[in-house]
């Protein structure tokens, strides 16, 4: 069973930063793509970052690039997710989760691809 824990959430004033980690349990971490998504009231679950099991690609929402930096440490079991310049509209609960498949070539930004998900940890953004 795979147990994805997020932390690191909070409140931050606008143009701040947060960074937000997720740990995972299981010995098989450094073979799935993981991502980040995000919640708003009232809005769908969207996209946010994802980098390959490898670490050497990455992808990210528009909204988010040039902000936002993902990373992964595979020998601790976790990922990262370094949010700057930080803006009202980034105020979500925000999610981590494992791809389905274990290798996947490619990165995907579809919630459908990822079939474990942590519990969220919310942040919020003040103007």
């Known amino acids: 069973q795979v147990q994805l824990v997020e932390s690191g959430g909070g409140l931050v004033q606008a143009g701040g930063s947060l960074r937000l980690s997720c740990a995972a349990s299981g010995r098989t971490f450094s073979s799935y793509v993981m991502g980040w998504f995000r919640q708003a009231p009232g809005k769908q679950r969207e996209f946010v970052a994802a980098?390959?099991?490898?670490?050497?690609?990455?992808d990210y929402a528009a909204s988010v690039k040039g902000r936002f930096t993902i990373s992964r440490d595979n020998a601790k079991n976790t990922v990262y997710l370094q949010m700057n310049a930080m803006k009202p509209e980034d105020t979500a609960d925000y999610y981590c989760?494992?791809?389905?498949?274990?290798?996947?070539?490619?990165?995907?930004?579809?919630?459908?691809?990822?079939?474990?998900w942590g519990q969220g940890t919310q942040v919020t953004v003040s103007s």
């Open positions: 989760a494992r791809d389905t498949i274990s290798g996947r070539w490619y990165v995907s930004t579809e919630p459908s691809a990822y079939n474990y």
């Open positions: 980098i390959s099991w490898s670490g050497g690609y990455t």
